[in-house]
């Protein structure tokens, strides 16, 4: 599995990383944030389509990657959240490196996660609420990633 991040990360991200001065670090932030996600769509015990699709949204629109590249970073994820022993590994790096405002916008997108499928189950809940107290995000802040999210679905972006 490491090979195949590896290969991921020189290749397709590494080339764009080059053109926009990320390093080895921002690499390890985008996977740990995608296992994020995966965990979320895992955490009802059934994972639909539309999850999987808010997934790739959400990663491509934070890390300014390619609907290929978001793919291949969510397949590599799902690799590292079945192969992980807690959520640790991921939020610390999350918790380290973001600013509080990145840490919100990744509650955010837990949420647009959580929701795409129509519907927020209690373990979805418990999940985003065990992730945002790892990284860090104030149960303040936790109920108004919500309720922004909640207002986006009935109103529009």
């Known amino acids: 599995m490491i090979k195949a991040i590896n290969q991921f990360f020189n290749g397709q991200i590494k080339q764009q990383a080059m053109k926009g001065g990320k390093d080895e670090s921002e690499h390890a932030l985008q996977l740990a944030t995608a296992a994020l996600l995966i965990e979320i769509t895992r955490a009802d015990y059934h994972v639909e389509d539309t999850e999987r699709l808010a997934v790739d949204l959400a990663i491509t629109g934070m890390f300014d990657l390619s609907e290929q590249e978001a793919r291949e970073l969510s397949r590599l994820a799902e690799l590292e ?8 590994e991921f939020t610390s790096l999350v918790d380290r490196h973001f600013t509080l405002e990145q840490k919100i916008q990744v509650v955010e997108m837990l949420w647009r996660v959580v929701f795409a499928d129509g519907s927020k189950d209690k373990y979805e809940e418990y999940m985003v ?26 109103n529009g972006p």
Do not use: P, T
């Open 81 to 88: 959240v079945r192969e992980s022993a807690s959520l640790f």
């Open 129 to 154: 609420r065990k992730i945002a107290d790892l990284i860090h995000v104030s149960h303040r802040d936790f109920i108004k990633a919500r309720h922004r999210v909640e207002d986006e679905l009935v």
